[in-house]
């Protein structure tokens, strides 16, 4: 039973793949709409479990692309988003079931199971690999509109090759499962597989049937991995209307209305470690024999508290009452360091690092709503990079505006972060630029890097304190 699960968030995908493949799945994993479109032309799956919260893509968008298409597959779609018009949408677009994060994995599971038991169109047990077509219950085969004439053996060892499109699949195991011998000096498969090659692969149709030297055989090509994701249109940017060095004056914090979105936008990203502890905890007690944990595994649910944890933070730090500033302006260290404190115990944990480099005495906007914007920046790379990283805080001044900026990078070189804040930020985006206007400042989003950075009001001058005679 192939499924196609599609969730750009790595570590809960490798989580749920192996969970669903202990249940007897086979699963492959899109992290972006590139990836799904391309493995739904490359095989037949029967059941999709869809992310909503997919990278810059829309689920609900790509759920109504891919049923205008006419597919038929079901899709199971995964969600933070718990209203009922959520739900609602997501079916009325074509959604089998809806389940909301954090959710148990043997409700997913069971959810799955009914999905598959309610389908009985016939069509999804055939399977296709390109353009050949094999439909176990009839036991016939098709080559595009050519029908091929398998043996019963030919039959059996394509089927085999077929349930794994993309994999390589050793001589011993199909050897094992069509002739039931270990023999390691056996021909068969070799024979088998050329005969196999005459009748599927004639002289004006591309070959199929790959041979994996020292290995075993594949059937198509390698299944492809995410590619790079597609840029976000280039949105134009406004600058703020204050005058160069010019304070604005503080707001008392954001409106209701776009810190709700905000904190939404967190709260979204905060359901994925949480779904994944959650999993993992009931995943552990399901286990045979003594329960015990693997220390990889414990290191990665380790990751994932911290970041459930530091998430958590942020939205705390976002909707926290403020007093008024007794200035209009605020020292950037000052800043920053009241930044540090919220997020103090991912810092300890070793999970993020932050360093900085700063121009003495730079002082911006004190109003509330710069730190909010600084909370949701952190919150948001917290949420999307589950691995540990660093990132590099800039500030300089010119022209009485202060250049701050945000650059990330692994502390790891073998693990990838996000690269594009314009992707972690697609949804919000519209409304983070409103914000950053009303303070004064310009946002910018290089693409395809990993930074970010604000230009905002700002003066050289230490404001003096009074003093008290």
């Known amino acids: 039973m192939s499924i196609l699960l599609a969730d750009d968030d790595v570590q809960l995908a490798t989580f749920l793949s192996k969970s669903l493949e202990s249940e007897g799945y086979s699963v492959r994993t899109a992290l972006d709409e590139r990836t799904v479109l391309s493995e739904l032309k490359r095989q037949n799956y029967k059941l999709i479990i869809l992310d909503l919260n997919f990278g810059q893509t829309d689920g609900l968008r790509l759920l109504e692309k891919l049923r205008s298409t006419g597919l038929e597959t079901p899709v199971l779609v995964l969600s933070a988003r718990n209203r009922v018009s959520d739900r609602v949408q997501s079916l009325n677009l074509g959604a089998d079931d809806y389940v909301t994060k954090p959710f148990s994995f043997q409700e997913l599971a069971a959810r799955a199971n009914a999905i598959l038991r309610r389908k009985a169109d016939r069509s999804l047990h055939v399977l296709r690999v390109e353009d050949l077509e094999l439909d176990p219950g009839a036991r016939r085969v098709r080559r595009g509109q050519r029908e091929v004439k398998l043996s019963p053996k030919e039959f059996d060892l394509l089927h085999l090759l077929m349930r794994r499109p993309g994999e390589t699949v050793t001589r011993q195991h199909l050897l094992q499962e069509c002739w039931g011998t270990q023999e390691t000096d056996s021909n068969l498969v070799d024979v088998y597989v050329n005969y196999l090659r005459r009748k599927i692969e004639s002289l004006s149709e591309d070959k199929l049937i790959q041979t994996v030297r020292g290995a075993g055989y594949r059937l198509g090509q390698p299944a492809p991995t995410a590619g790079p994701r597609h840029e976000v249109a280039d949105d134009s940017v406004p600058r703020g209307s204050?005058?160069?060095?010019?304070?604005?004056?503080?707001?008392?914090?954001?409106?209701?209305?776009?810190?709700?979105?905000?904190?939404?936008?967190?709260?979204?990203?905060?359901?994925?470690?949480?779904?994944?502890?959650?999993?993992?905890?009931?995943?552990?007690?399901?286990?045979?024999g003594p329960v015990t944990a693997q220390p990889a595994e414990m290191i990665v649910i380790e990751q994932q508290a911290d970041r459930a944890i530091a998430l958590a933070k942020g939205i705390s730090a976002m909707v926290r009452e403020c007093p008024a500033p007794v200035s209009p302006w605020i020292s950037i260290e000052t800043l920053l360091n009241e930044l540090s404190a919220d997020f103090a115990l991912i810092l300890q944990s070793g999970q993020l690092t932050l360093e900085r480099q700063l121009e003495p005495n730079i002082q911006v906007s004190s109003s509330p709503v710069l730190r909010q914007l600084l909370v949701l920046?952190?919150?948001?790379?917290?949420?999307?990079?589950?691995?540990?990283?660093i990132i590099a805080i800039t500030a300089s001044i010119q022209d009485r505006r202060c250049h701050l900026r945000f650059r990330w990078r692994s502390g790891n070189q073998s693990s990838k972060l996000a690269q594009d804040f314009r992707m972690i930020l697609v949804r919000e985006l519209a409304t983070v630029q409103e914000i950053v206007h009303s303070i004064g400042g310009e946002l910018i989003l290089p693409h395809g890097q990993p930074e970010i950075s604000l230009l905002l009001p700002a003066t050289s001058n230490p404001v003096q304190e009074d003093v008290v005679q």
């Open 377 to 389: 920046f952190l919150s948001k790379l917290v949420g999307r990079n589950p691995q540990a990283f």
């Open 242 to 288: 204050a005058a160069p060095g010019e304070p604005v004056a503080p707001a008392d914090e954001l409106p209701s209305a776009p810190l709700r979105a905000l904190v939404h936008a967190i709260a979204h990203d905060l359901a994925q470690p949480l779904t994944s502890i959650r999993c993992f905890l009931e995943m552990l007690t399901l286990r045979k």
